[in-house]
C-alpha cells in the first residue's frame, strides 16, 4: 500500500515536498514512480525513482526542478518540487513498479500498486 501526503496550494516560484509512504514491501527493492495528472489532461510519468537511488525524468518540463530521495528507515519515498509553475498543477501519484529487476521508466502500464494521489495547486 502507498500513501501520498504533503500536496496543497502554493504559489508560483513556490516549493513543496511530496510523500509516498509504503507498507507491505521495502521502497528500496523496487522502483518508485511519480506520476500526474491535471484535469482533462492524460496521466503522466514526472520521474523514477530506482533501487540505486538514480532518478529518471519524464517531461522536459520538470527538469532540473524536480528531483526525488528515499529514507530507508520510513520507507517513504520523497519528491521534491522547486520553482513550480501554474502547469504544474495535476494530482500526484506514486506507484510501485511491478517487478523489482527491472530499469526505471515512465510507463504507467509498469506499475502495479498505486497511491490515492495528493492534490498540488500552484496559483497566486
Known amino acids: 500500500q502507498l500513501v501520498e501526503s504533503g500536496g496543497g496550494l502554493v504559489q508560483p516560484g513556490g516549493s513543496l515536498r511530496l510523500s509516498c509512504s509504503a507498507s507491505g514491501f521495502t521502497v528500496a527493492d523496487y522502483n518508485i514512480g511519480w506520476f500526474r495528472q491535471a484535469p482533462g489532461k492524460e496521466r503522466e510519468g514526472v520521474l523514477c525513482?530506482?533501487?540505486?537511488?538514480?532518478?529518471?525524468f519524464g517531461p522536459d518540463t520538470v527538469k532540473g526542478r524536480f528531483t526525488a530521495s528515499r529514507d530507508d528507515a520510513k520507507n517513504t519515498v520523497y519528491l521534491y518540487m522547486y520553482k513550480l509553475k501554474p502547469d504544474d498543477t495535476a494530482v500526484y501519484y506514486c506507484a510501485k513498479d511491478f517487478t523489482p529487476f527491472s530499469l526505471c521508466a515512465l510507463q504507467a502500464d509498469r506499475y502495479n500498486s498505486w497511491g490515492q494521489g495528493t492534490q498540488v495547486t500552484v496559483s497566486s
Open positions: 525513482m530506482s533501487k540505486d537511488g538514480t532518478d529518471t
